[in-house]
């Protein structure tokens, strides 16, 4: 089981990002995946989920009406666009597969390695 | 929201000692609740789901206990790889949160 993530860089307030994700090594279209950040030395914090079918989709109030959580089964990818990007935002933003398939969000299970997105000019 | 309160902020023990780390939630969250561990550097690893369940590959050196709004983790004779930072997270609601987190260190 294995999630890549990609796409984080420096990005200047305002600006956009779209983060992916690409699963391998389970069934990537019946579990929920969520996205979770972790700004520079701090902890952990919970930003979307999206259920496997993306007919259960949440989102943290800090992103909501800025980020967008979809999925594409068909190519086993997870994706987060960001727009309105603030510098509250800069963080490492993991990949991450639900532990129970078919659930509407149960526990964290496998992480990916994190990118990294800065918000800065 | 509910807020998850994790005490101490940090625990400095020698190896084989037990570690008891607390996680205390603002208002009933039943058993839905999680341990991660995160070394520096790495990604979170799940231990422990719904307060007591090990997830697959952790060692039973690893146990929690608890339910409603008090949940405890527990480490028994602590292994040099055990020294991390440990976050509880809960599912009972949304939005999903997690503990502000207890460094585990070496005394």
């Known amino acids: 089981v294995q999630l890549v993530e990609s796409g984080g860089g420096v990005v200047q307030p305002g600006g956009s990002l779209r983060l992916s994700c690409v699963a391998s090594?389970?069934?990537?279209?019946?579990?929920?995946m969520y996205w979770v950040r972790q700004a520079p030395g701090k902890g952990l914090e919970w930003v979307t989920f999206i259920q496997y079918d993306e007919t259960n989709i949440k989102y943290a109030d800090s992103v909501r009406g800025r980020f967008t959580i979809s999925r594409d089964n068909s190519k086993n990818t997870l994706f987060l666009q960001m727009n309105s990007l603030r510098a509250e935002d800069t963080a490492v933003y993991y990949c991450?597969?639900?532990?129970?398939?078919?659930?509407?969000?149960?526990?964290?299970?496998?992480w990916g390695k994190g990118t990294t997105v800065t918000v800065s000019s | 929201e509910i807020v998850l309160t994790q005490s101490p902020a940090t625990l400095s023990l020698s190896p084989g000692e037990r570690a008891t780390l607390s996680c205390r939630a603002s208002?009933?969250?039943?058993?839905?609740l999680a341990w991660y561990q995160q070394k520096p550097g790495q990604a979170p690893r799940l231990l422990i789901y719904d307060a007591s369940n090990r997830a697959i590959g952790i060692p039973a050196r690893f146990s929690g206990s608890g339910s409603g709004t008090d949940f405890t983790l527990t480490i028994n004779s602590l292994e040099p790889e055990d020294f991390a930072v440990y976050y509880c997270q809960q599912r009972g609601n949304w939005p999903r949160t997690f503990g502000q987190g207890t460094t585990v260190e070496i005394k």
């Open positions: 991450v597969k639900d532990l129970i398939t078919g659930t509407p969000g149960y526990y964290m299970d496998v």
């Open positions: 090594g389970f069934t990537f279209s019946t579990y929920g």
């Open positions: 208002q009933s969250v039943s058993s839905y």
